[in-house]
């Protein structure tokens, strides 16, 4: 069973920065592509970015597009999400993912982290 495990998370003025890391286990990391969620309260989960198996493909959401940039260091078995220009919107718990199958294909991540927590205030 694969572990994931996400940290970084915590309490930022608008404008900051953050960086979050996501450390697998369990499953040979590097054959695999790789994802970052975010659920906010009262809200559905959503797609923030995503990474393919040998870090040569990204895509992220519109929302995020410019501020955050997803990387993997596969000799680590590690995903980082590096936050810049925060907003209050992006506060959220934030959740790593490994996909089974196309990074881009939302049905296919099966396997998940307990989540971290960002908070950005105004």
């Known amino acids: 069973q694969v572990q994931l495990v996400e940290s970084g998370g915590g309490l930022v003025q608008a404008g900051g920065s953050l960086r979050l890391s996501c450390v697998a286990s369990?499953?040979?990391?590097?054959?695999?592509?790789m994802g970052w969620f975010r659920q906010a309260p009262g809200k559905k989960r959503e797609f923030v970015a995503a990474i393919s198996s040998g870090g040569g493909n990204t895509i992220y959401a519109d929302s995020v597009k410019g501020r955050f940039t997803i990387s993997r260091d596969n000799a680590k078995n590690t995903m980082n999400l590096q936050m810049n220009s925060l907003k209050p919107e992006d506060t959220a718990v934030y959740y790593c993912?490994?996909?089974?199958?196309?990074?881009?294909?939302?049905?296919?991540?099966?396997?998940w982290g307990q989540g971290t927590q960002v908070t950005v205030s105004s």
């Open positions: 369990g499953r040979p990391f590097s054959i695999y592509g």
């Open positions: 993912a490994c996909s089974k199958g196309s990074i881009d294909s939302l049905h296919d991540y099966d396997r």
